[in-house]
C-alpha cells in the first residue's frame, strides 16, 4: 500500500494517468469475462443449429480459430485502447498541471507582494476558465486595494504631518521664550489640535460604517422631510458663503431609513457642494420617484466641476480629484466614503456625475422606496 506522505507528493498529472488506465484495464479485463462466460455458450448453440457435431473435427476447428481470433481482436483492441486513453489523460494532465501550476505560482507572487501578475486561461472548459477569471479579477482588487491603502497612508501622514508640525514649532517657540501664550497662539494650537480630532473622528466613522458597526434605527418618513431637515441645518453656511440652496421632493415618496444617518449622508453630500461651489453659485436638492421600487435624492451644484477620470474614485477613502482643492477647503477625503457605506448600510446606492471641470456636479443617492 502506498504510504499517504508519498500518495499527497504525486502529481495531479500521474493520478490522472493512473486513474485512466485503471479504468480503461478495468472496462477491458470486464468485456474479457462477460465474453468468456457468454460467448461460448452462444457458439456452440450455433454450431447446433447449423448442424454441425461439436465433437467433430470441423467444430474443433472452428472453435479453436474462433478462440485464437477472440483473443488477437482482444488483445488489439485493449492495446490500442490503454494507449489511447494514455495519450489523451496525458495531454489534459499535462493542460491541467500547467494551469494549475501558473495559478500557484501566481499566488505566490501575490503573496510577496506583487499584484500585477495575471494567468491566461487554460482552454479547458467554462470551469476553469471561470477559475482563472475570478482569479484575475481578485489580484486586480488586491491591486486596487494595496494601492489605495499605501494612497491612504500618504495622505493620513500628510493630514497629520502639517498640525503636528504647527503644534512642534509652537511648542518649541513658548519653551525658547520667543512666543508666549497669547490668545493667538492659544488659538492656533486649538486648531491644530480639532484638525487632528477631527481626523480622528473621520478615520473612527468610515472604519465604523464599511464594517456595519453603525446601529440603523429605520423608521417611515417622507423624502420631503429629510430634505427639509438637511437644507434647515446647513442653511446658515450657505448663507454666510452666499451660496443659494433650494429644495423640492416630487410626488409622495416615502423611504424606510434612519433619519439621523441619512441626514449625516445628505449634510455631507451639502458641505461638499458648499465647498466647491463658488460664492453666488447655486446647489440644489432633489427628491424623486425613479420608479414603482426607488427612491432619488440628487444634490446639484453649479461648481467647480469634476473630470470624467476621477468620478468612479471619489468615494474611495481619501481620495482626491485635487488634493491641493481639498486641502484648502478643509476636507479631509473621507467624508463620501462615510456617505457610500452608510447608504449601503440602508440597501442603497450613490453615484456622482458631472459633465467636467467648471460645469458642475451631482449626487444622486438611490433607496428602496416604501410601496
Not at 118 to 123: C, E, F, T, W
Not at 276 to 283: D, I, L, M, R, S
Not at 334 to 350: F, K, M, P, Q, S
Request: hydrophobic share 45%; proline share 3%; charged share 20%.
Amino acid at each position: 500500500m502506498t504510504p499517504p506522505g508519498k500518495l499527497a507528493a504525486t502529481s495531479f498529472g500521474t493520478r490522472l494517468l493512473v486513474a485512466v488506465t485503471a479504468v480503461v484495464v478495468g472496462c477491458a479485463v470486464s468485456a474479457w469475462l462477460v465474453a468468456a462466460a457468454v460467448a461460448p455458450g452462444i457458439f456452440h448453440d450455433h454450431l447446433g443449429r447449423a448442424g454441425i457435431d461439436q465433437h467433430s473435427g470441423e467444430a474443433a476447428h472452428v472453435e479453436e480459430a474462433y478462440t485464437w481470433s477472440m483473443i488477437l481482436t482482444w488483445s488489439i483492441a485493449l492495446a490500442v485502447a490503454v494507449l489511447l486513453a494514455l495519450v489523451v489523460s496525458w495531454v489534459i494532465a499535462r493542460r491541467v498541471q500547467r494551469s494549475i501550476a501558473a495559478v500557484t505560482a501566481s499566488a505566490a507572487q501575490i503573496t510577496g507582494g506583487r499584484y500585477g501578475v495575471r494567468v491566461a486561461g487554460p482552454g479547458l472548459g467554462r470551469e476553469f476558465d471561470q477559475l482563472t477569471a475570478a482569479f484575475n479579477e481578485l489580484a486586480h482588487r488586491l491591486e486596487e486595494t494595496e494601492g489605495t491603502r499605501r494612497q491612504m497612508l500618504s495622505d493620513l501622514a500628510h493630514e497629520m504631518r502639517t498640525p503636528l508640525a504647527t503644534l512642534d514649532s509652537y511648542l518649541e517657540a513658548l519653551e525658547d521664550g520667543v512666543r508666549e501664550l497669547d490668545a493667538d497662539t492659544m488659538e492656533i494650537l486649538r486648531l491644530s489640535t480639532h484638525r487632528l480630532g477631527r481626523l480622528a473622528r473621520d478615520i473612527t466613522a468610515v472604519s465604523r460604517a464599511e464594517e456595519g458597526r453603525d446601529r440603523i434605527a429605520a423608521v417611515s418618513i417622507p423624502a420631503a422631510e429629510l430634505i427639509d431637515t438637511a437644507i434647515r441645518s446647513v442653511q446658515e453656511r450657505y448663507d454666510d458663503k452666499a451660496v443659494a440652496l433650494s429644495g423640492h421632493a416630487r410626488g409622495a415618496a416615502i423611504v424606510f431609513v434612519d433619519p439621523d444617518r441619512m441626514g449625516q449622508v445628505l449634510g455631507n453630500l451639502l458641505d461638499n457642494a458648499l465647498r466647491h461651489t463658488p460664492t453666488g453659485g447655486a446647489v440644489t436638492v432633489t427628491g424623486r420617484m425613479a420608479d414603482s421600487h426607488h427612491v432619488e435624492i440628487i444634490v446639484a451644484d453649479n461648481g467647480e466641476g469634476i473630470a470624467p477620470d476621477h468620478l468612479e474614485h471619489l468615494f474611495d477613502r481619501f481620495y482626491r480629484a485635487d488634493a491641493a482643492r481639498d486641502r484648502r477647503h478643509g476636507g479631509s477625503g473621507i467624508g463620501l466614503t462615510i456617505t457610500r457605506a452608510l447608504v449601503e448600510a440602508h440597501g442603497g446606492t450613490v453615484s456622482a456625475y458631472s459633465d467636467g471641470p467648471s460645469r458642475g456636479a451631482a449626487f444622486t443617492v438611490r433607496l428602496p422606496a416604501i410601496e
